[in-house]
């Protein structure tokens, strides 16, 4: 069942290239057949007893022969009632939010770098990578086990992004400060060390916090660099200069006022 439900996703795709579909409609779509390919009959739920009984094979009869210009509120329908297997809520919410157009994020087939994801969450998006060609789908893309499971990520990413205005308008702050930080160079002189350039690609493109929280994380990672610069492990105290070093740094870019 599964090969024969996701062979459909890369005719989903070309509608989607030919702007037949818009990238919510593709994305909640995409899901759809992945919760029924991984979990037939287990895949959806009821919220409430009085939505009527999901049927979620006969749904993607219906998705197929819906008219573009009516498929998005027959995905929010589908969304709105049930609760779907192995994801958290979040990822419904998501999707029901970007059909509805309150949330801005951009459906892709390719995985952006940290910083291009960097860049647009200083734009107020984010990106939901959407991987239809088969087997490709069903191999591990980074750390997740499958294109669903790594779509499901950026999902919820999507939701701690956007759930709240006021966090997501600070978000955005934070990372316009840290965009300008970066394409200043400012961090350029730490990069050079395998870890602290790890621990910044998760900081800029996978950490959706309060900038209080994201601040304290950068603080904490360039502590680790410096001390390292200074010959000593993670557990030493860093030198008078190497804390001026990275107050300075922080207070020049900026992101000192996110941490006070």
């Not at 037939?40 to 573009?68: E, F, M, Y």
């Not at 990822?91 to 087939?109: D, F, H, K, N």
């Not at 621990?199 to 950068?218: E, G, V």
Request: net charge neutral; proline share 5%.
């Amino acid at each position: 069942m599964i090969e024969h439900t996701l062979e459909q996703l890369p005719r989903l795709a070309q509608r989607w290239r030919a702007r037949e579909l818009s990238g919510a409609a593709y994305a909640a779509s995409y899901f759809l057949h992945w919760q029924w390919a991984l979990h037939g009959n287990r895949a959806v739920s009821r919220r409430s007893k009085s939505a009527p009984r999901p049927q979620l094979a006969a749904w993607l009869v219906d998705l197929a022969d819906t008219p573009p210009t009516q498929l998005e509120d027959r995905l929010l329908d589908f969304l709105g009632d049930y609760q779907y297997f192995g994801v958290i809520p979040n990822v419904a919410q998501a999707l029901s939010a970007w059909l509805r157009g309150l949330w801005s994020l951009q459906a892709c087939e390719h995985i952006p770098t940290p910083l291009q994801v960097l860049e647009m969450q200083t734009q107020g998006t984010r990106p939901v990578t959407l991987i239809s060609s088969f087997p490709r789908l069903l191999e591990p893309v980074l750390s997740k086990a499958n294109a669903h499971a790594f779509m499901v990520h950026d999902l919820e990413h999507a939701y701690k992004f956007n759930h709240e205005t006021t966090l997501h308008l600070a978000q955005q702050a934070f990372f316009k400060c840290l965009w300008q930080a970066e394409r200043q160079g400012r961090f350029a002189a730490y990069a050079d060390d395998s870890e602290f350039s790890k621990k910044f690609d998760y900081l800029i493109s996978d950490m959706n916090t309060h900038p209080a929280h994201s601040t304290q994380y950068l603080r904490a990672i360039l502590v680790e660099r410096v001390l390292k610069s200074e010959g000593k492990v993670q557990a030493d105290t860093l030198s008078p200069a190497g804390c001026r070093e990275i107050q300075s740094l922080l207070h020049a870019t900026g992101l000192d006022a996110f941490n006070p």
